[in-house]
């Protein structure tokens, strides 16, 4: 399984952005899709994640501005993000993860399985 996500960019702060997240193989319609940033000196962390069963979690940090939504026959998976503010700077990364049980979200990342290669956000003020 390879993930492909793209759609980073600069931004002011009070932009938008769409995130893209582009999957091979068969496994994305059955695995939880989740979206992760790292900012330089920081650990990752979760930011959204949609079930199979398109359950969602959000972090504190974006909930109400960032929206993840997916379409399983394109494989692909997307990141709404609005109100965009400097903070939010960090590379964004897509990951799948085994589907847990029915309307679980997995926010872990150690539970997410596959990553792909991350794209950066960077949000002026």
């Known amino acids: 399984v390879q993930l492909q996500a793209s759609g980073g960019g600069l931004v002011q702060a009070g932009g938008s952005l769409r995130l893209s997240c582009a999957a091979s193989?068969?496994?994305?319609?059955?695995?939880?899709l989740g979206w992760f940033r790292q900012a330089p000196g920081k650990e990752r962390e979760f930011i959204a994640a949609?079930?199979?069963?398109?359950?969602?979690a959000y972090a504190d940090s974006v909930k109400g501005r960032f929206t993840i939504s997916r379409d399983n026959a394109k494989k692909s998976g997307w990141l709404q993000m609005n109100t965009l503010k400097p903070e939010d700077t960090a590379v964004y990364y897509c990951?799948?993860?085994?589907?847990?049980?029915?309307?679980?979200?997995?926010?872990?990342?150690?539970?997410?399985?596959?990553w792909g290669q991350g794209t950066q956000v960077t949000v002026s003020s």
């Open positions: 193989g068969h496994i994305f319609s059955t695995y939880t």
């Open positions: 990951a799948l993860a085994t589907p847990a049980g029915a309307g679980v979200v997995a926010t872990a990342s150690r539970v997410y399985r596959y």
């Open positions: 949609i079930s199979r069963g398109d359950f969602t």
